[in-house]
């Protein structure tokens, strides 16, 4: 799999992972939980964005 695709693929999963995080945070009333979702939800974010950039440039 090339860089840009497999940046994209798992900044989806980082971007799912996230988002379970923050609910399971919120539903437990985890505030501490919650960050953490919402920060691996960011970061996933930016690794898929930095994935459609590499296979824009073709690296």
């Known amino acids: 799999m090339k860089s840009g695709n497999r940046d994209q693929a798992e900044g ?11 609910a399971a945070g919120k539903l437990i009333d985890n505030p501490k939980l919650k ?9 996933g974010n930016v690794q898929q964005k930095l994935g459609q950039v ?6």
Do not use: C, F, N, Y
């Open 12 to 22: 989806m999963m980082h971007q799912m992972k996230g988002t379970i995080k923050e």
């Open 35 to 43: 960050a953490k979702g919402t920060v691996e939800k960011v970061a």
């Open 54 to 59: 590499k296979k824009v440039l073709g690296k």
